[in-house]
């Protein structure tokens, strides 16, 4: 399953047990209303099929939450049915499944794959108990490890595991002893986020009230450099800051989709969409979600028509998280204008300081770039 | 109808003399109330202060005037005026001018605050002016009013009896009628006739969009009317007289101001620099042969630097200060360059008060975002050649070669404060290069300290500073003195090796060392920190004499970014690069404004 520029779907299961103190995505943890969540979410989707927004093959499905593996597999099932009536799916489809430790086993995992899903996204975060504890998850480091070994057994392959490092207190060993621990069961793909403290969380009132302190910049960047060496050394691509893959194959096709500024259409409440130089989401409660669409109302709340400057802002952008970068013949024929000029004395900039390099055909960030990006990325807009 | 003699004789011209928050502004609140000019209904509060800055800051910059008619127990109807003058030492010359239209002044004093320097000095210049003083003591309603020691001050000060000295509550309205009737029966009438050439003292004027210049006027002697022919002492200039009149609550046409009247008139002229305060007017036809009063021309004291943020608003600066200008003769500006922040003016202003409002105006009226640099004064530098140029910029300063020496403007100030602050004080002066003239006592508590000091020691919070170190009580005021001599050097910062004249500064040499290590402190904390590191040193000449370094960042990214993060990431780099566009770029390094003025907030113990 390699990058495609095919349109990707996107569903969102806002259902969690309990909320994690670090986590900004939306999701309640009272699941009384998740039978009729389901039926609207179906409901969705076939409506949305009905307007023709995007009538080609689509190669990638992901169940993000959430926590889209406290659905039954049926459920899957009834929604992926929705989701093949409406759609043309390629046959390489990649259908992903985020997949939380302490919520499945084994037969749910098999039910599962027995439903389509072919690629899990677990949410590890940690082997350690007393970080997962400080995280707030319902599982601990055995759970985790069982995890990873019946979703093997259930016979998936295509297995991607996310880990959190530069938590307030952490340790290099510590960080090191998860990343060992994770070798172990040789997952296809790892995403490793640095904690950051999402405005709303729990995390970060506390940080606010100076309860909680962030690591010093200089850890952080050690944390960082760590994790891309060990896991370079242990086979894996850093195809963007966050995201590592065991070879080209396994990089994540669906999120590959954000960083390359494809179409996307996402259903299910606060899931945003792209099509068309159009970005709109849907509401964000569950509740006000399922009474929309079952009186046939507009389920969208935010929608934005995206000016040229935009998207060549968020073109560079994007891609610049990656590790290939800004493709300068694909610039020139989206845009029509020779990248390293109009940014040319930015890039000359970034060229003198070694934040940037050229290679091949491609303008990218090095090591030190790619840690501050942030920080260099506004230049690039045109406000 | 009145005969001539008969109405010279029923007007009043007076002013208030009080210091900020004395209540100056509600005692002509209620006279205006008693007198019917005004019902308490239309009664924005404090009438006198007509711009929002006026208000915000409980100052008076620019002074106008108004009249109302008082029948007094006597059975007369007086035409009284009741001439504005600004409170602030920026603007004494304005303070002078205005109480030369009078004939006489209230001396406001708060109960419970006691004389203030500001107060004295101003009481000064009217009694030098001849005035008539009728002493009030106000907020007498107030737990806190201390009327018999404050009783004690005014007697010591001025003289007076106890029995002179009006109790007053402008709040309450008690006193009130008290105050006019001293008002009729103690400050003497104008002088002056009608048959004489005309004279008029100019005390103000201000442009108006609509109308041109409105000159604010006291006639001394003979008479105006519309469509008269008048000429301006101090340029020669001839005018006609478009409209003329008198004062009230709004500006109200009349045919003729005579010898003691107080009103204006709108002429062809086109801005207020025709209209000099402190100049003359008289007619064409028959012209006075001398001013009412020499004429001073003002001159700035205090040059700063003020540049647009973004370049490109350049112009838009220009057409600002030009506009500006049309209503302030003692603004002065000039176009220059500096290598770090572009194209931008030199200005001159009276004080710090006057360029804090200046620049307050630029930002606030005409929206453009400024830099302006650190405040200086103007160096007199005698080069070896025997040559003596002014610098009104550090940056411009010859080689040192070239300097034989330098000389710097004083200041001749007064401090008023209670004797337990004295100890204080002294140490502040002794800190700020003062050199000590005399002490007099105001009664047992309060005392007068008088002190020189170079200009340049008190641009710099030394206001501030005096109030924290007196709790507040002690006021202070000052005139400018004359040059002295002062082993003076420049102190120039450097920006990862590059100096950056906008932060030139010229300092007296026993501080250059302590004034570097603190501005580069200063610095260190304002300048945010970038993707490389900065190198912040204090020099003189080739000498680097302090060095801090602002860190490089390291790391600033967002660790996910997948699709409902893209529109929201996108909008926080794009309010990123809105912030940064606040910033002035100096080579590669980005300057917030406040750099420009780090000396202004580094505070005394230079933490």
């Known amino acids: 399953m390699s990058v495609s520029f095919l349109p990707g779907l996107y569903i969102h299961i806002p259902f969690c047990d309990t909320k994690c103190g670090y986590c900004d995505f939306y999701s ?32 990638t499905i992901y169940f993000g939450g959430g926590t889209p593996s406290l659905l039954k597999a049926a459920e899957i099932e009834k929604i992926l049915l929705a989701v093949f009536d409406s759609y043309t799916i390629t046959a390489d489809c990649e259908i992903t499944l985020e997949t939380n430790p302490g919520t499945v086993d084994y037969l749910k995992l098999y039910s599962f794959k027995k439903a389509g899903i072919n690629r899990l996204s677990i949410g590890i975060q940690s082997f350690s108990d007393e970080e997962l504890k400080f995280l707030g998850r319902i599982h601990d480091a055995g759970q985790a490890k069982n995890t990873l070994k019946i979703a093997e057994r259930a016979g998936f392959d295509n297995v991607s595991i996310d880990l959190i490092y530069a938590l307030p207190g952490q340790t290099l060993t510590s960080w090191k002893q998860s990343l060992k621990t994770a070798m172990e069961y040789q997952p296809r793909h790892i995403s490793a986020y640095n904690l950051i403290f999402e405005p709303g969380t729990p995390f970060f009132r506390q940080l606010q009230h100076g309860k909680m302190h962030p690591l010093p910049e200089d850890l952080e960047v050690g944390f960082f450099n760590f994790t891309k060496d060990f896991l370079n050394e242990a086979g894996y691509d850093h195809y963007e800051i966050s995201n590592y893959a065991a070879g080209p194959k396994y990089l994540s096709r669906h999120n590959y989709k954000y960083w390359n500024h494809v179409e996307y259409r996402g259903f299910g409440p606060s899931a945003h969409s792209f099509i068309d130089k159009r970005r709109f989401s849907n509401v964000r409660s569950v509740k006000h979600y399922i009474e929309k669409i079952r009186s046939g109302a507009n389920v969208v709340d935010f929608e934005e028509s995206l000016s040229r400057q935009q998207i060549m802002f968020e073109h560079v952008y994007l891609h610049l998280r990656t590790q290939q970068g800004v493709h300068l013949p694909g610039f020139r024929a989206r845009f029509h204008k020779d990248f390293k000029r109009i940014y040319a004395p930015l890039i000359n900039q970034l060229l003198d300081n070694r934040l940037a390099v050229f290679s091949n055909f491609y303008f990218k960030f090095t090591r030190k770039g790619m840690l501050l990006s942030d920080e260099i990325l506004p230049e690039f807009s045109a406000v | 109808m009145v005969t001539t003699g008969m109405y010279i004789d029923n007007i009043r011209n007076f002013c208030i003399i009080a210091h900020i928050d004395h209540g100056k502004s509600t005692l002509a609140d209620r006279m205006l109330e008693f007198t019917h000019t005004i019902s308490s209904r239309e009664l924005v509060d404090q009438v006198l202060d007509d711009m929002d800055l006026e208000r915000e800051r409980g100052i008076t910059i620019k002074s106008h005037a108004i009249q109302m008619d008082y029948k007094a127990k006597d059975g007369q109807t007086y035409v009284l005026n009741l001439i504005d003058t600004p409170g602030h030492v920026d603007f004494s010359f304005e303070v002078s001018r205005s109480l030369a239209a009078c004939e006489g002044a209230l001396l406001v004093v708060d109960a419970a605050q006691g004389i203030e320097a500001q107060t004295l000095s101003n009481l000064y210049l009217a009694i030098e002016n001849d005035l008539h003083i009728i002493p009030v003591i106000n907020k007498i309603d107030l737990p806190s009013a201390q009327i018999e020691s404050v009783t004690q001050q005014i007697i010591q000060t001025i003289g007076c009896r106890e029995e002179d000295i009006l109790l007053v509550s402008a709040k309450t309205g008690k006193g009130i009628e008290e105050t006019l009737e001293a008002i009729v029966k103690q400050i003497p009438p104008p002088r002056g006739s009608v048959d004489n050439p005309a004279q008029a003292l100019i005390f103000d004027s201000v442009f108006d969009p609509y109308r041109g210049v409105i000159t604010f006027i006291r006639v001394f002697e003979g008479e105006f009317q519309k469509r008269d022919a008048i000429r301006f002492f101090q340029n020669n200039k001839n005018f006609e007289i478009d409209e003329i009149g008198i004062l009230r609550m709004k500006r109200q046409p009349v045919k003729t101001l005579r010898a003691g009247d107080v009103g204006y008139l709108i002429s062809g002229a086109k801005d207020v620099h025709d209209t000099k305060v402190g ?229 007296h040499h026993e501080k250059a060392y302590e004034w570097g290590r603190r501005l580069c402190r200063k610095l260190k904390e304002l300048i945010p920190r970038q993707m490389f590191e900065v190198v912040i040193q204090a020099a003189v000449g080739s000498k680097i004499i302090a060095r801090d370094v602002v860190k490089a960042m390291r790391k600033n990214v967002l660790a996910k970014c997948y699709g409902g993060d893209v529109s929201r990431k996108r909008k926080l780099l794009e309010k990123q690069k809105e912030g940064k566009k606040r910033m002035k770029q100096v080579g590669r390094v980005e300057i917030p404004q406040e750099a420009f003025l780090a000396v202004l907030s580094m505070d005394a113990s230079g933490k």
């Open chain 1, 28 to 59: 309640v943890t009272d699941d009384s209303a998740q039978p009729e969540f389901i039926g609207a979410l179906c409901t969705e989707i076939r409506l949305a099929a009905g307007d023709h927004a995007f009538r080609r093959p689509v190669d």
């Open chain 2, 279 to 507: 100049d003359t007017i008289t007619l064409a036809r028959n012209p006075a042969d001398k001013p009412v009063l020499k004429y001073k021309e003002i001159r700035p004291m205090v040059f700063s630097g003020i540049y647009p943020v973004n370049s490109e608003d350049f112009e838009q600066l220009r057409e600002s200060l030009d506009k500006l200008y049309l209503n302030d003769s003692s603004l002065v500006y000039e176009p220059e360059t500096s290598q770090a922040l572009g194209f931008g003016f030199r200005c001159g202003f009276l004080g710090l008060l006057h360029m804090e409002i200046i620049q307050e105006r630029l930002e606030r009226e005409y929206q453009i975002s400024i830099i302006n640099t650190v405040p200086n004064v103007v160096y007199h530098v005698y080069l070896t050649n025997g040559e003596m140029i002014e610098i009104d910029n550090p940056s411009k300063l010859p080689d040192t070669g070239k300097i034989d020496h330098l000389e710097e403007p004083y200041i001749s100030a007064q401090i008023l404060t209670p004797t337990e602050y004295i100890g204080n004080i002294m140490k502040l002066a002794l800190d700020r290069r003062g050199k000590f003239i005399n002490t007099s006592y105001l009664d047992s508590t309060r005392v007068d300290m008088h002190f020189k000091f170079p200009l340049s020691e008190v641009i710099f919070d030394f206001y501030d500073r005096l109030k924290s170190i007196s709790r507040g009580y002690a006021s202070f005021d000052y005139e400018y003195d004359d040059y002295q001599e002062s082993k003076l050097i420049k102190l120039d910062i450097l920006i990862n090796g590059e100096p950056l004249d906008a932060l030139s500064t010229i300092v």
